[in-house]
């Protein structure tokens, strides 16, 4: 096995490359999930995973993130900062007596360290998260008191405030109401505008319509890749979707 975490130089011909992976095999003691997945994912684009329950979609977020170590092939980023990885549950407690302010204010973390004090480019960062996820006016609640689609996008403006160049999703529109929804896939395709490579798993077919590319997943291999027009038709959703 030979598994490269860390940044490589972008070549001309990787320029529009963020992340290759090869032949990657992972998953859990016991259990393996991803079988010999090849594919990319574009620099500066929007890259959803799609598939059903159970299909490895996480687990592959996981392994991009460098959480989750692959158990076989090559998995290469190309260029960029460390990942800045929003899993499905958070990794921020209900019940941790912590204000929406401090929970974005955490993803400042990696560039300062927990005790240190907030620089003012750490409050830009964290403001400016805050009010792109439009949760500036939550800012002094507790994250226990809000609702789920809330307490998402606290998460989500968390990583945001990170400040990296890539960003992995858990399921970003769980929990939110249609105009929500609608917000947070306009956000995910700014970010890409902004700089950002967005990669989020989804179960939801508008916000996966309205990536720039598709990973189809399905027990756990690769059945597509490309753009959600020619990848996400009913046929091909039928048969990915089909009862086993
Ligand atoms: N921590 C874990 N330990 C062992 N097995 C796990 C763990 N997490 C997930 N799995 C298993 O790995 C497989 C893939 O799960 P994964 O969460 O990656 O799928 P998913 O496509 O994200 O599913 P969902 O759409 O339900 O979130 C499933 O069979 C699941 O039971």
């Known amino acids: 096995m030979f598994t490269r975490h860390g940044p490589l130089p972008v070549t001309a011909e990787d320029a529009t490359l963020r992340i290759r992976f090869t032949e990657l095999s992972a998953g859990y003691a016991g259990h393996p999930v991803l079988h010999q997945l090849n594919g990319e994912i574009s620099a ?30 090559t998995l290469r980023h190309f260029g960029g900062r460390p990942p800045a990885f929003v899993p499905q549950r958070g990794a921020v407690g209900d019940t941790l007596p912590l ?8 993803g400042r973390w990696g560039e300062r360290g927990p005790w240190r004090r907030l620089t003012r480019r750490d409050r830009v960062a964290v403001d400016s998260a805050l009010d792109r996820l439009g949760i ?3 800012a002094a609640r507790q994250l226990g008191e809000l609702s789920g689609g809330q307490r998402q ?11 990296s160049d890539l960003l992995l999703l858990d399921e970003p529109t769980t ?8 917000r947070m896939a306009t956000l995910l395709t700014d970010l890409a505008d902004d700089g950002v490579t967005v990669v989020h798993a989804t179960h939801d077919l508008a916000a996966a319509r ?34 086993l």
């Open 44 to 73: 500066l684009a929007t890259t959803a995973l799609v598939g059903p329950n159970g299909s490895g979609k996480s687990t592959l977020l996981g392994v991009l993130a460098g959480v989750i170590q692959p158990t076989a092939g």
């Open 99 to 106: 204000t929406v302010r401090q929970t974005v204010e955490m």
């Open 136 to 138: 500036a006016d939550l």
């Open 153 to 163: 996008r606290a998460l989500i403006a968390q990583g945001l405030a990170q400040e």
């Open 175 to 182: 929990g939110l109401d249609p105009e929500a929804r609608e």
């Open 210 to 243: 309205s990536a720039d590319a598709c990973l189809l997943l399905r027990e756990g291999r690769l059945v597509g890749q490309g753009h959600p027009e020619q990848l996400l038709t009913p046929p091909a959703l039928a048969r990915v979707w089909q009862p």
